[in-house]
T-cell receptor
Framework: GAVVSQHPSWVICKSGTSVKIECRSL??????MFWYRQFPKQSLMLMAT?????????EQGVEKDKFLINHASLTLSTLTVTSAHPEDSSFYIC??????????FGPGTRLTVL | EDQVTQSPEALRLQEGESSSLNCSYT??????LFWYRQDPGKGPEFLFT???AGEEKEKERLKATLTKKESFLHITAPKPEDSATYLC???????????FGKGTRLSVIA
């Protein structure tokens, strides 16, 4: 299957700092990528849709000024958690669409905010 | 209203004890039903996509089936390495993100 990578795989930061998470499609180009968040023992919840060359589309209840998304190329989308707080601690997972109905997920990034 | 409902929430099996996981969905005009496996601390790993009622797909000890209202993931003679959370998902439409069920946490005991 297609490969999607995320970096870093885990990060610990102090409250108030910003953290950037990268999502890369390694062997295909993806005009659309998605960012999900998953809390312990919960399913994946969509945060936003990232489209190459245009603004991201955020789901209801997700603060666009807090979760900045940039999809600058066909293989890279970044999620920046600004002014992170402990309640932002979660498992962040990206996915990329290779073609219709082929969606591949990254390995996830564990964010812990102290 | 939940579009995807999975049951049971958790399942504990003895090694070799076959069983089935259920995923019921309420979306109209189904554009694919997806099964993923997720290990703790990892992203979902794609297993199957089913598109039409009656379709079946197999991979090792797993077989997925689809009806007009639900999908089953059958696990035959499971092994401890099959322990994981199995997620079912459907797209809202076309090229859109997937809507996931809450998953079934499977534990296979040797």
């Amino acid at each position: 299957g297609a490969v999607v990578s995320q970096h870093p795989s885990w990060v610990i930061c102090k409250s108030g700092t910003s953290v950037k998470i990268e999502c890369r499609s390694l062997d295909f180009q993806a005009t659309t990528m998605f960012w999900y968040r998953q809390f312990p023992k919960q399913s994946l919840m969509l945060m936003a849709t990232s489209n190459e060359g245009s603004k991201a589309t955020y789901e209801q209840g997700v603060e666009k000024d807090k979760f900045l998304i940039n999809h600058a190329s066909l293989t890279l989308s970044t999620l920046t958690v600004t002014s992170a707080h402990p309640e932002d601690s979660s498992f962040y997972i990206c996915s990329a669409i290779r073609r219709v109905n082929e969606q591949f997920f990254g390995p996830g990034t564990r964010l812990t905010v102290l | 209203e939940d579009q995807v409902t999975q049951s049971p929430e958790a399942l504990r099996l003895q090694e070799g004890e076959s069983s089935s996981l259920n995923c019921s969905y309420t979306v109209s005009g189904l554009r694919g039903l997806f099964w993923y496996r997720q290990d703790p601390g990892k992203g979902p790993e794609f297993l199957f996509t089913l598109y039409s009622a009656g379709e079946e797909k197999e991979k090792e000890r797993l077989k997925a089936t689809l009806t007009k209202k639900e999908s089953f993931l059958h696990i035959t003679a499971p092994k401890p390495e099959d322990s994981a959370t199995y997620l079912c998902a459907v797209p809202n439409s076309g090229n859109t993100p997937l809507v996931f069920g809450k998953g079934t946490r499977l534990s296979v005991i040797a």
